[in-house]
């Protein structure tokens, strides 16, 4: 005998029917309810639900059909498997039980082995139904509070940004009158140094450098991740900025000795934001300068009606393929022999992405060979239309005072 926690109602006006059947299934290990009339049917499903029904036809008072009818008008009781077991055998009596919500006919006289076999069938996908439906609800109710948790993250992230950016404004002022108090003692303006002095003097002031970069770069990606960065483009020509960029690292380049070649089309005007398009591209040079050891550092650009590209090649050091996922990540720097003497904050590419995606409205790539080089490029359109910033509320500025 098997065992089930399943309770089965037998619905059946016949005393020997109701027995053989009821004993058939408790020889199975069904828990049986027996009824010998709808009325009590009915009155007995209120007081405790089956999960399943065994429904004869032809009964005194209320047949079977409407019995059935009543159980699927009610939510608490329409998913319940209704079986009809009838001496009816004609097509129009199935069909009418089919209609009133029954799920199967079996017609009297009923071989055993049937009975069980869809007694179990169908309570295994009631069972399977009831199970997916639960589910369902769960992953509802899984997916609100997902929902309600990314809604508070966004908002925690976006007073994180403004808080950072906030304390490192504050930082900025302390650390002006740093790096140029040591900028003066270092030229000997407040009185000659001895050479421990002036190397002191002068690891401050890169120590102070370094850091004001990374609160640059900081404040710049909180403004960017909290919407609230308001570009400004311009007409210019793409030479121009591309020259700018290269005067402001030509030190660099002179003092690793460094060859620099310029693949540039001509009369090429953009209308975008100059700053930010010149901040990626020092960015990608200074990346470029700092781990490459010889050869040359190459700037090519192609422009179509819509849009530019803008390549900057290397042949430096290169980059393996199992970390270039990890490029353009925050606070990221490959291991390499060149590490600490290249220094940098970590932001430079994690930023320019930022800038090229959120503010100039394109996008960046990359292709590197170790022990060859790399290409860094953005594509971006050639005219973008002014960004304004949404405005933060005065309960925003609260929460981060």
């Given at each position: 005998?098997?065992?089930?926690?399943?309770?089965?109602?037998?619905?059946?006006?016949?005393?020997?029917?109701?027995?053989?059947?009821?004993?058939?299934?408790?020889?199975?290990?069904?828990?049986?309810?027996?009824?010998?009339?709808?009325?009590?049917?009915?009155?007995?499903?209120?007081?405790?639900?089956?999960?399943?029904?065994?429904?004869?036809?032809?009964?005194?008072?209320?047949?079977?059909?409407?019995?059935?009818?009543?159980?699927?008008?009610?939510?608490?009781?329409?998913?319940?498997?209704?079986?009809?077991?009838?001496?009816?055998?004609?097509?129009?009596d199935r069909?009418?039980?089919?209609?009133?919500?029954?799920?199967?006919f079996?017609?009297?006289?009923?071989?055993?082995?049937?009975?069980?076999?869809?007694v179990?069938?169908?309570?295994?996908?009631f069972?399977?139904?009831?199970?997916?439906?639960?589910?369902?609800?769960?992953?509802?109710?899984?997916?609100q509070?997902?929902a309600?948790a990314n809604?508070?993250?966004?908002?925690?992230?976006?007073?994180?940004s403004?808080?950072?950016a906030?304390?490192?404004?504050?930082?900025?002022?302390?650390?002006?009158?740093?790096?140029?108090?040591?900028?003066?003692?270092?030229?000997?303006?407040?009185?000659?140094?001895?050479?421990?002095?002036?190397d002191?003097?002068?690891?401050?002031?890169?120590?102070?450098?370094h850091?004001?970069?990374?609160?640059?770069?900081?404040?710049?990606?909180?403004?960017?991740?909290?919407?609230?960065?308001?570009?400004?483009?311009?007409?210019?020509e793409?030479?121009?900025?591309?020259?700018?960029?290269v005067?402001?690292?030509?030190?660099?380049?002179?003092e690793k000795?460094?060859?620099?070649?310029?693949?540039?089309?001509?009369?090429v005007?953009?209308?975008?934001?100059?700053?930010?398009?010149?901040?990626?591209?020092?960015n990608y040079?200074?990346?470029a300068?700092?781990?490459?050891?010889?050869?040359?550092?190459?700037?090519?650009?192609?422009?179509?009606?819509?849009?530019?590209?803008?390549?900057?090649?290397?042949?430096?050091?290169?980059?393996?393929?199992?970390?270039?996922?990890?490029?353009?990540?925050?606070?990221?720097?490959?291991?390499?022999?060149?590490?600490i003497?290249?220094?940098?904050?970590?932001?430079?590419?994690?930023?320019?992405?930022e800038i090229?995606?959120?503010?100039?409205?394109?996008d960046?790539?990359?292709?590197?060979?170790?022990?060859?080089?790399?290409?860094?490029?953005?594509?971006?359109?050639?005219?973008t239309?002014?960004?304004?910033?949404?405005?933060?509320?005065?309960?925003?500025?609260?929460?981060i005072?």
């Amino acid at each position: 005998m098997g065992k089930h926690n399943e309770e089965i109602l037998v619905v059946d006006d016949t005393p020997a029917s109701l027995k053989l059947l009821s004993e058939l299934l408790l020889s199975e290990g069904y828990q049986v309810r027996p009824a010998n009339s709808g009325e009590l049917a009915l009155v007995s499903i209120q007081s405790k639900l089956p999960q399943m029904i065994l429904l004869d036809i032809r009964m005194p008072g209320i047949d079977g059909y409407e019995v059935c009818r009543r159980l699927k008008a009610d939510n608490a009781t329409k998913d319940i498997p209704v079986i009809f077991i009838s001496a009816l055998d004609a097509v129009k009596d199935r069909i009418k039980g089919f209609e009133c919500g029954g799920i199967d006919f079996i017609t009297k006289p009923f071989q055993r082995e049937e009975v069980l076999a869809r007694v179990r069938n169908h309570l295994e996908l009631f069972s399977t139904r009831c199970d997916l439906e639960e589910r369902t609800l769960e992953l509802a109710d899984t997916n609100q509070s997902l929902a309600d948790a990314n809604r508070q993250l966004q908002q925690l992230d976006r007073l994180k940004s403004m808080f950072v950016a906030s304390v490192s404004h504050e930082l900025r002022t302390p650390l002006n009158s740093i790096i140029g108090f040591s900028d003066v003692m270092a030229q000997g303006m407040t009185g000659e140094l001895n050479e421990k002095q002036l190397d002191y003097t002068k690891r401050i002031n890169h120590a102070g450098q370094h850091l004001l970069a990374l609160i640059s770069d900081i404040i710049d990606i909180s403004k960017i991740e909290s919407g609230r960065v308001e570009t400004f483009p311009s007409e210019f020509e793409l030479g121009d900025v591309i020259k700018e960029a290269v005067q402001s690292v030509q030190p660099m380049l002179d003092e690793k000795g460094l060859d620099l070649h310029l693949n540039l089309p001509a009369d090429v005007s953009l209308s975008t934001d100059r700053r930010r398009l010149t901040q990626c591209l020092l960015n990608y040079l200074s990346n470029a300068i700092k781990f490459t050891e010889k050869g040359s550092v190459t700037i090519s650009a192609i422009a179509s009606t819509d849009e530019v590209e803008i390549t900057v090649t290397d042949t430096g050091i290169g980059i393996a393929a199992e970390d270039m996922g990890r490029l353009f990540e925050a606070f990221e720097r490959l291991d390499s022999h060149l590490q600490i003497k290249a220094g940098g904050t970590g932001l430079g590419l994690y930023l320019t992405r930022e800038i090229t995606r959120n503010l100039l409205l394109g996008d960046v790539f990359v292709e590197c060979t170790p022990d060859k080089g790399c290409q860094f490029g953005l594509r971006i359109p050639r005219v973008t239309q002014r960004q304004v910033p949404e405005q933060v509320g005065a309960a925003d500025y609260k929460e981060i005072k």
